[in-house]
């Protein structure tokens, strides 16, 4: 009976396992605003707090970036929106105190907040979110790439993914 239950749990653990490498969601990560500040205005003299909070970290699709604030609100707008600290139709708003923003995409994003003085005083960021974030960087004519342009192979990472994953199930069996 008991081993039977480890078979099972044997399984659903690849099952799950497969799944997070399949979609790559093990590796996504919820950043927190501004830390501890949250989303607030930053002190005058800390104008671009928030710029600097996101020049520091290194956001890849998928990752969440939670926002935390007091009767405030966040819009995500265009670039020029942005430099305007004005948006008639952002792109996404929320005043609910705790918003989650998937960057589903690679490139910038723009966020204001909804009080224009305080998108003036600072409280507004730019977040650019970095594409294919895993792979090495393209070395010229160190590797021999079968694809041009030293194109990433998605079909060898996938497939590594594919051997830890049974690496683990096999592991997982052992113990039983
Ligand atoms: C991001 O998530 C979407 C929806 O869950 C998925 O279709 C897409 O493949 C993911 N992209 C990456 C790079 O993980
Ligand atoms: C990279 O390779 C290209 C073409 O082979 C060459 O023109 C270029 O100078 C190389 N760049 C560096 C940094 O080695």
Redesign the pocket.
């Known amino acids: 009976m008991a081993s039977l239950l480890n078979g099972v749990c044997s399984v659903l653990l690849f099952i799950a396992l497969f799944t997070c490498f399949q979609?790559?969601?093990l590796l996504?990560m919820e950043f927190q605003v501004g830390e501890d500040n949250g989303w607030a205005v930053p002190s005058s003299k800390d104008r671009h707090y928030y710029n600097e909070w996101a020049a520091k970290n290194r956001f890849?699709?998928?990752d969440t970036i939670r926002f935390k604030y007091k009767k405030d609100s966040v819009l995500a707008v265009s670039e020029d929106e942005y430099s305007q600290c004005h948006s008639a139709h952002p792109i996404f708003f929320s005043n609910n105190g705790d918003t989650v923003y998937t960057l589903?995409r690679p490139g910038s994003f723009y966020f204001i907040s909804g009080v224009a003085e305080h998108c003036q005083r600072g409280l507004k960021m730019i977040t650019k979110v970095l594409e294919l974030e895993m792979l090495p960087p393209p070395q010229n004519g160190t590797i021999t790439s079968p694809h041009k342009n030293g194109a990433p192979d998605l079909a060898a990472v996938s497939s590594s993914n594919f051997a830890m994953v049974i690496v683990l199930s096999l592991f997982g069996v052992l113990m039983v």
């Open positions: 979609s790559g969601n996504s890849k699709v998928n589903d």
